[in-house]
């Protein structure tokens, strides 16, 4: 079976059963259903801007406190999630570091640069950066990690942060009474920058060689072997030796990543971390003991700062080309197709409230290339409608009923529009998967707005046209756009 066949049963497999659902009663009920389209994309519409049904609570609570009825509990505002808005659109800082692999193997460069990038993106989070973005490039044999912070305020502090060399070391376990004194202290609000549990030792990365995934020969369970250098295995002798039955933590950037228990001394500088890891946590572990372990400094090449104005004014320019093509596409519905054109901008109102709503949800990074994306798909949505209504129109010319037409058209035009849809999702997986950050963000919004696109052109414009089965149209072909 080929890949689009694939995609397009997919894709046939739910319509067919929501399907089954209209042929059934719902199908005799298409008011109800067109109550709950519209419900559903005026709970999206307040979703995305709250302030509307904020205004209009405030203004009923405030009635209702000066009536009897102040004694009913007042009504809620509307959630207030905001749209997350990605670098180009919310401001920040882009920036380029260029790590210095001189001491490091060839074979070891991806594994390391994957450490390091790990280790930012960690203190990126920490320093409270919204979806950052950080990511290894390479150029004419140069090794790069690109990081772009949004809405960062403090550039300064952040460049410090990152700079910074991954730190590893090795910690020990505190005595049980001096732990029990800095946690009762903790809750006085002192000694709030101690670690209660762990102290360091004179371990450090800079004694491990490396880290790598193994498996256990009887348990076939992940392990991550350790391996030190002389000196290394020495004070890790040393260590386990005199902590035995007790748990020795590793540290990474003064976090902890690991906490084994040493079941007994081990001699020659290798040693394994077992427990219930997958293959996954293995290796992520081990990309941090890497990480920390192989000295790979970083120096900042390139700073590109997005001020606030500028995304505002993007973001604005944005929006408003958004708002001047679906009018223009509402206009040409209307003038080429009367009232199928109403209907069909009714059910592109529904379809643009979900979709945003869903952006806000997840939630999506709107970037400009995401926006694209979204506006991209309001013209596929309306691409489907034009194909419904023209199948509608050529059952309506062979003297069928408005009612046999529309059921008939829907049914003719499905598969064209379900091969269409189904290359583009196709597309849009090929992109995401293969591309950097923009395009991810391009394909994402086109890739959700072609699914919920389907919603709207077979379900909403079909519940709509359903209200109007029986009589009104059967003469008068010339509202929807039939010319004799």
Known sequence: MSFSRTIGKILTSPAKAIGRVFKSGNAKKPKALAVVIFLIGILAGFFCYPKYWDKGVDFVNAKKNQTFFKSVPNLPHFSSLPFRLGLDLQGGTHLVYEADLANVGKTNYGEAMQGVRDVIERRVNLFGVTEPVVQVDQVAGHYRLIVELAGVKD????????????????????????????????????????????????????????????????????????????????????????????????????????????????????????????????????????????????????????GASLGEDSLFRSLRAGLFGLIAVALFMILWYRFLGVLAVVALLVYTAIVLAIFKFIPVTLTLAGIAGFILSIGMAVDANILIFERLKEELRSGKSFGTSVEEGFARAWLSIRDSNASSLITCVILFWLGTSIIKGFALTLGIGILISLFSAIFATKTFLRLFIGGFFEKRNWMIGMRK
């Open 155 to 306: 550039v300064n502090q952040a460049i410090k942060m990152i700079g910074e060399t991954p730190s590893l070391d090795f910690r020990t376990e505190k005595p049980a009474e001096e732990t029990q004194a800095i946690l009762e202290a903790q809750k006085k609000n002192g000694r709030i920058y101690e670690d209660p549990y762990f102290q360091p030792s004179s371990l450090t990365g800079r004694y491990l060689k490396s880290a790598q995934v193994d498996f256990n020969p009887n348990t076939y369970q992940p392990v991550v072997s350790l391996v030190f250098d002389d000196q290394g295995a020495k004070l890790f002798e040393e260590l386990t030796r005199a902590n035995v039955g007790k748990k020795v933590a590793i540290y990474l950037d003064g976090m902890p990543i690991s906490a084994p228990r040493v079941n007994e001394a081990i001699v020659g500088g290798r040693a394994q971390i077992s427990g219930n890891f997958t293959v996954d946590q293995a290796k992520e572990l081990v990309r941090r003991l890497n990480a920390g372990a192989l000295p790979v400094p970083i120096s900042l090449v390139n700073q590109q700062s997005v």
